[in-house]
């Protein structure tokens, strides 16, 4: 088993940042993805953004620009999520996910942090 856990989530003001930290521990095998999404309530669960095994990343269009994702060089099992620019349309829980390649593919998922953004 895997466990994920997030902190640095909270109340901030628009225009405002935060920035969120997932740490994974427990059997890992190797890391394919570690990411971060959001799901407000009512709404779907959607991709903020990505890290994958080589390196590469990608972005929910709402986000780009305003949000950057990346891995702790000392511990390849932490991930960042840098928020600049937040709007009220960010306010959601934010979900840490990783895949983890075994034998098979098997994806993880973190409880969550509250991320409320004022007006």
């Known amino acids: 088993q895997v466990q994920l856990v997030e902190s640095g989530g909270g109340l901030v003001q628009t225009g405002g940042s935060l920035r969120l930290s997932c740490t994974a521990s427990g059997r890992i095998d190797r890391i394919n993805t570690m990411a971060w999404y959001r799901q407000a309530p009512g709404k779907q669960r959607e991709l903020v953004a990505a890290?994958?095994?080589?390196?590469?990343?990608?972005y929910g269009d709402s986000v780009k620009g305003r949000f950057l994702i990346s891995r702790d060089n000392n511990r390849k099992n932490t991930v960042y999520l840098q928020m600049n620019l937040l709007k009220p349309e960010d306010t959601a829980n934010y979900l840490c996910?990783?895949?983890?390649?075994?034998?098979?593919?098997?994806?993880?998922w973190g409880q969550g942090t509250q991320v409320t953004v004022s007006s």
């Open positions: 890290m994958h095994g080589g390196g590469d990343t990608n």
């Open positions: 996910y990783l895949q983890n390649i075994a034998l098979t593919k098997t994806d993880y």
